[in-house]
């Protein structure tokens, strides 16, 4: 069997932790070659950097050029928001196995006709949605398919990060709504919203959404900048047009309703999401911030109903196949979830199968949700999601 070759384009901190999926997930698929060839970064510097970390070869710094390389099998798009589906669609066109990071497009216009573009393309494709491989996540999705907490009745999804919170960080890309879209909404909200998704099913409206922005101005930068690291500024600054808090109202097509806050200024928060979901049946719970369990409260007729504490086992979903640790208790942290989407999406090549778990179609249907949000958020009132195929 010959073996792939993949390339990261985009060598930020997100363009590291597919490499890190790469290198420790793919070696455990049985019967299955894939090699980290290519890093590729119109930063010179960045590019060396991750590919001297994780050994890989080959540094490039035109997209275009790795997307033409027929040595090429496999590509993670690790880009700006902006660049997203420009580089793959033409991955897509150009055969390869297409791993785009969220968000799939800025539109849903421009995700429908990325989605087109991948039913009827040669390579496997996905967006990344890592969360849903949390153990806990997706055992509280297990137990919501099979009917466990009764109809569904409302979900709540927090995710509130602080990583912007500090106003002499500078301006970037990820600040103007040309380039990056909605700012909290696009960056974490996305996940959110694929999570709601997930654990209700699809959104029918968007019945109320709200954002603000809370740090109007941020200074540029005097060099060059990636991820959310601090540089020395300049004394010019720049306006932020995208939002730094946005909660939205939902109502989904089975009846239930859902409610999603995302923060990129929440101080003290981190990288924290929570997640409850209500059944006339039950009620799960999970925070990140405990990784190592979920709490479930089932209805006990006549009597209160208590929550009780659903700890990580070798049972639990990914843990006993593929955690580095699968015993009680043990905590699953973000790099691990991120590698169990890296070997699923590695799976799905290695066995000709569509992969189903984060889809470039779950792009879309995200996309469609985010950008009634916005819409919502602007006209203050409800927004019908999507109605296209």
Request: charged share 20%; hydrophobic share 40%; with cysteine.
């Amino acid at each position: 069997m010959s073996e792939k070759r993949i390339a990261i384009i985009g060598a930020g901190m997100i363009g590291a932790a597919h490499a890190f999926g790469y290198r420790t997930y793919g070696p455990r698929i049985s019967g299955f070659s894939a090699r980290l060839d290519t890093v590729c970064d119109a930063n010179a510097e960045l590019a060396v950097n991750l590919a001297n970390k994780w050994g890989v070869s080959r540094i490039a710094n035109d997209w275009r050029a790795v997307v033409s390389d027929p040595e090429i099998d496999i590509i993670s798009v690790c880009l700006p928001n902006f660049l997203h589906t420009e580089v793959t669609q033409a991955a897509l066109k150009a055969g390869k196995h297409v791993l785009c990071e969220k968000p799939l497009a800025l539109s849903a216009g421009d995700a429908r006709a990325t989605r087109d573009l991948a039913r009827g393309a040669l390579g496997k494709s996905g967006t990344v949605f890592n969360y849903r491989r949390i153990p806990a996540i997706a055992d509280i999705r297990a137990r919501v398919k099979n009917g466990e907490l009764g109809d569904l009745v409302q979900i709540i999804i927090f995710y509130q990060c602080d990583y912007a919170a500090d106003p002499l960080l500078p301006h970037s890309w990820r600040y103007e709504f040309d380039r990056a879209g909605p700012g909290a909404l696009l960056d974490l909200g996305t996940h959110a919203v694929d999570l709601a998704r997930f654990m209700m099913g699809d959104v029918e409206q968007v019945s109320g959404a709200v954002s603000t922005i809370s740090i109007h101005e941020r200074f540029l930068p005097a060099e060059a900048t990636t991820g959310h690291g601090h540089v020395t500024l300049s004394d010019e600054k720049a306006k932020v047009d995208n939002d730094d808090v946005m909660s939205a109202l939902l109502r989904f097509k089975n009846g239930a309703q859902g409610v999603i806050t995302t923060s990129r200024v929440a101080v003290g928060m981190g990288n924290r999401i929570q997640v409850e979901v209500y059944g006339t049946k039950g009620t799960a719970r999970f925070t990140n911030e405990f990784p190592s369990h979920y709490d479930l409260a089932l209805f006990e007729s006549g009597g209160a109903s208590s929550f009780r504490r659903m700890i990580n086992r070798p049972s639990s979903p990914y843990v006993g196949a593929l955690a580095a640790v699968p015993h009680d208790l043990a905590p699953i942290g973000y790099a691990e979830v991120f590698g169990f989407m890296i070997y699923e999406f590695l799976t799905a090549i290695a066995q000709d199968k569509n992969f189903e778990n984060g889809s470039i179609e779950d792009g879309y249907r995200a996309s469609e949700i985010l950008e009634a949000i916005q819409k919502a958020s602007v006209i203050n009132a409800p927004v019908k999601v999507g109605g296209e195929d």
